[in-house]
């Protein structure tokens, strides 16, 4: 009887356990899928998770929104990825603040029979089959276009800053080298006077960065790239500042309403638009798709487009800008 009693335990033990996964086809319960941010604070994110949750609302989903305050917060994204896991969620997307660091829980996850798509920015190459979707603009050919641009701005010459962003952040460093094979491929002669300096990952840090950097250059310069919202928000802040603003061909990457405000007031003169929304909806679905057992796409390029005064205005471009209004 107690043998009895000790196997009928055992049963039951396991059973639980496969509870806390949700089976696709059960009808038991919603799969959750854990939607994870670089940060939460920059527009970008905000209407990444918008995407996200509209994929939730199509496929009767929960989506479940969590990620680190400050993009600098590699520690912070560590616990979120990892507390997912401990949850059992059926499936994780993740933009990654590292993509090195982040590689032991996104492999840990899939250990665990967890989906895991990567979007925004890549992880290094070591991840391999543990993640099963990668959704982001191609970020080295964005910046190839805004080298392009800028040159073309520039007349192809003349002295160019570039404010980078921060380090282990596949998708900023590939706009930036994308960003210099554009320069170098269209204009040669362009002088390269600052290519090193790092705004880091807060609009208030990247100010400070660009105020040292035109504080030495400002009075020579004719150029500057910024690869993303904080500092190309940081960057106009400091060019207003030292009242060169419109002064100088300004190509940067992402938006918000005071750089589009900018952009109009001829402050800037081009940004890379990137589509956040799809990354977001595009990750869930993948995941979902995934786990069903459906046909998806793994390697998916959202895209990018160089908005200017003569675009702004243009259905394609106001799709960008306000997705969940189409």
């Given at each position: 009887m107690t043998?009895?009693?000790?196997s009928f335990s055992l049963f039951c033990f396991i059973a639980l356990i496969g509870c806390n996964k949700t089976d696709p086809e059960s009808g038991n319960g919603k799969l959750r899928i854990a939607v994870i941010p670089k940060g939460t604070t920059h527009e970008f994110w905000k209407s990444g998770e918008a995407g996200a949750k509209k994929a939730g609302q199509e496929l009767g989903i929960e989506v479940i929104w969590k990620g680190p305050q400050q993009e600098s917060d590699r520690a912070g994204q560590l616990k979120v990825v990892e507390n997912f896991i401990?949850?059992?969620?059926?499936?994780?997307?993740?933009?990654?603040?590292?993509?090195?660091?982040?590689?032991?829980?996104v492999k840990e996850a899939h250990a665990a029979g967890i989906?895991?798509?990567?979007?925004?920015?890549?992880?290094?190459?070591?991840?391999?089959?543990?993640?099963?979707?990668?959704?982001?603009?191609?970020?080295?050919?964005?910046?190839?276009?805004?080298g392009k641009r800028l040159a073309s701005l520039m007349?192809?010459?003349?002295?160019?800053i570039m404010l980078r962003h921060a380090v282990n952040h596949a998708s900023t460093t590939n706009r930036e080298e994308g960003f210099l094979a554009g320069i170098k491929e269209s204009a040669p002669g362009i002088d390269l006077v600052s290519i090193d300096q790092r705004g880091g990952v807060s609009i208030d840090e990247a100010l400070k960065a660009s105020e040292?950097?035109?504080?030495?250059?400002?009075?020579?310069?004719?150029?500057?790239?910024?690869p993303n919202e904080s500092t190309?928000?940081?960057?106009?802040?400091?060019?207003?500042?030292?009242?060169?603003?419109?002064?100088?061909s300004?190509?940067?990457?992402?938006?918000?309403?005071?750089?589009?405000?900018?952009?109009?007031?001829?402050?800037?003169?081009a940004l890379a638009v990137q589509d956040p929304f799809r990354m977001g909806y595009t990750a869930v679905k993948n995941i979902v798709a995934s786990i069903k057992g459906d046909p998806f796409e793994a390697e998916v390029d959202t895209g990018a487009v160089l908005l200017d005064l003569e675009n702004i205005d243009s259905q394609e471009v106001q799709k960008l800008l306000s997705p969940s209004e189409q």
């Open positions: 043998r009895y009693l000790s401990t949850q059992r969620v059926d499936g994780i997307a993740l933009a990654p603040l590292d993509d090195k660091a982040l590689v032991r829980p989906k895991v798509a990567v979007w925004d920015s890549g992880l290094d190459e070591s991840a391999g089959k543990a993640v099963i979707s990668n959704v982001m603009t191609n970020n080295f050919a964005a910046g190839k276009e805004c007349k192809n010459s003349g002295k160019i040292n950097l035109l504080n030495q250059f400002g009075d020579s310069i004719q150029g500057v790239f910024t190309t928000q940081g960057m106009l802040r400091a060019l207003e500042e030292a009242g060169l603003a419109g002064k100088i300004f190509v940067g990457f992402d938006t918000n309403d005071s750089l589009l405000s900018a952009l109009r007031d001829k402050k800037i003169s």
